[in-house]
Each structure stands twice: as structure tokens, then as C-alpha cells.
């Protein structure tokens, strides 16, 4: 007879998150090709058309935040890519 476990929304996000964390170890993932293709997404994110329609109202500055953050990220990609950040 089995026994029915209940988990916690954070317990099966955990159990998930390693099941997929140890299905990537074992396969080979490449990371260079995976960054690229992060920092090609980062580009069409329509962030100025995300500012455009906040302007004005009381989120604008959470926005601001996250395209500082988001031109931070994008710059520090670039960087990596073109080889300033390897080490």
C-alpha cells in the first residue's frame, strides 16, 4: 500500500529544481553558446516599450531599476562574449 505525501509549493519547486540541475549535469550544455543566445534575448525584451507606457505613473521607478539592471546585465554579456571578461 502507498502513502500519499503532501509537499509544500517551495518542496516540489526544490525536488524539481534538482531533478533538472542533475539532467543538465549529465548532459553536456554549451554554456559559451548558452550566453550568447541569453544576451540575443536580452536585446528584444521591448524595454523601451515597457518605459514608455509606466512614464508617469507610480512603477516608473521599479522600471527604471530593471532597465539599469538590464543594461548592466546586457553590458557585462557583451563583455564576456567579446572576451574583456573571461579570465
Known amino acids: 500500500m502507498s502513502t500519499i505525501v ?31 543566445l541569453a544576451q540575443q534575448a536580452l536585446c528584444k525584451f521591448p524595454l523601451s516599450d515597457v518605459g514608455m507606457r509606466l512614464e508617469g505613473t507610480k ?18 554579456l557583451i563583455q564576456y562574449i567579446r572576451g574583456e571578461g573571461k579570465n
Open 59 to 76: 512603477f516608473y521607478s521599479q522600471y527604471q531599476k530593471m532597465k539599469d539592471a538590464a543594461i548592466e546585465l546586457n553590458n557585462a
Open 6 to 36: 503532501r509537499l509544500t509549493e517551495n518542496e516540489l519547486r526544490d525536488i524539481m529544481h534538482n531533478c533538472v540541475t542533475r539532467a543538465l549535469m549529465k548532459e553536456h550544455v554549451d554554456h559559451e553558446r548558452e550566453i550568447k
